[in-house]
């Protein structure tokens, strides 16, 4: 089973737009090329792409987060190479190889007998290979940042770090949804709750849950282990004003982070972002910003993951690729 398409430093130059007198970003990313590669670079940061949208599809969402991965890298590589940038703290590896796994799914029809389930069996394919490398780079001591693909891609981060520090590690969300939904078919929507099921999740935060979008019975499930499980509404953080969005973070980080965590963001939690449940309520880019800079930070946060970007069913499609970029730089500042 192939796990990666390692990116070499032809991939990164030929995504790089050169001007005289500017150093662009791209110009200086280091990049490995095989496995053995990551324990002999000083890097700390390994970016890494998940170029799938099957798991949105299985969830019956709507289909994109396949390209946020090189809408980002595009940009990122774009970006000013300067003092503040530090482009010496990250590299590249590449992206999971999700090639066979989308050719079978869009060789199905929506119309046919148990599609979703069909999906499903092919998210199960690419949970492992997503697994497989969390494991090997957190492994190597690296901080992956994983980019693109729907939310059923928690799942093998939370694995592949319990497979890595054998343990289970805390997860904190920024999310409109828990998608700690029933144990059927694996998709977008139950990547926590089968990660928690099977021992890989510890404690859980969802910080912005949108109470539109949250079943009685997922409610419920949550109620079952309110001792690992919280969360804060988003309504009451930036609607009611219940609890000021800094109170609500320093509820998080109590919960989360006196231990080992992951840290994800799904951006249908930005208001009006490209994503597969693009909302025109939700937080500002600067305060995902923010929340991603603060937490990512913390010593015991092991890896990133930005999820859900759609850049073609955005009303602004540029801006999905530049958000990332922003986020990344952001973590690595």
């Known amino acids: 089973m192939k796990l990666v398409k390692f990116y070499t430093q032809e ?5 790089v737009n050169k001007r005289r007198g500017e150093l662009k970003f791209g110009e200086g990313l280091s990049v490995v090329s ?3 590669g990551l324990t002999e670079r000083p890097e700390k940061y390994v970016l890494l792409g998940i170029p799938e949208d099957i798991g949105v599809r299985a969830n019956y969402g709507n289909p994109g987060t396949a390209l946020a991965w090189m809408d980002a890298l595009k940009v ?22 999700c090639d066979d796994e989308m050719r079978s799914a869009s060789r199905l029809s929506s119309k046919e007998e148990n599609y979703s389930e069909k999906l499903g069996k092919l998210v199960s394919a690419i949970d492992n290979k997503v697994s497989n490398t969390i494991q090997r780079v957190v492994e190597a001591g690296k901080f992956p940042i994983v980019i693109g693909g729907g939310h ?16 289970p590690v805390n ?5 409109a949804h828990t ?11 139950n990547g926590f709750s089968y990660a928690f099921e099977e021992g890989y999740l510890a404690n ?3 910080f912005g849950l949108h109470r539109n979008y949250t079943s009685q019975a997922v409610l419920e499930r949550l109620q079952l282990h309110v001792q690992r499980i919280q ?26 982070c006196n231990d080992t965590f992951g840290l994800e963001l799904d951006l249908d939690a930005i208001e009006d972002m490209g994503s597969s449940a693009m909302t025109p309520g939700g937080f500002s880019i600067t305060e995902a910003r923010r929340f991603i800079s603060y937490f990512s930070k913390n010593p015991n946060c092991v890896y990133l993951h930005i999820c859900e970007g759609a850049p073609t069913l955005g009303n602004f499609k540029t801006q999905v690729g530049k958000t990332i970029s922003f986020l990344i730089s952001d973590v690595i500042a």
């Open 11 to 15: 991939d990164i130059r030929a995504l």
């Open 34 to 36: 095989n496995w053995s």
């Open 76 to 97: 990122l590589c774009n970006i000013q190479q300067n003092h503040y940038t530090h482009v010496e703290r990250i590299m590249v590896l590449g992206e999971i190889d």
């Open 152 to 167: 059923n891609n928690s799942y093998g981060n939370l694995k592949g770090c319990y497979n890595a520090l054998q343990k």
């Open 171 to 175: 997860c904190l969300n920024f999310d």
């Open 179 to 189: 998608d700690f939904r029933a144990l059927e078919h694996r998709h977008s929507g």
């Open 204 to 206: 859980y935060f969802t």
């Open 231 to 256: 969360f804060e509404l988003f309504e009451d953080i930036e609607v009611n004003k219940k609890i000021s969005f800094s109170d609500a973070a320093h509820k998080a980080e109590a919960f989360i």
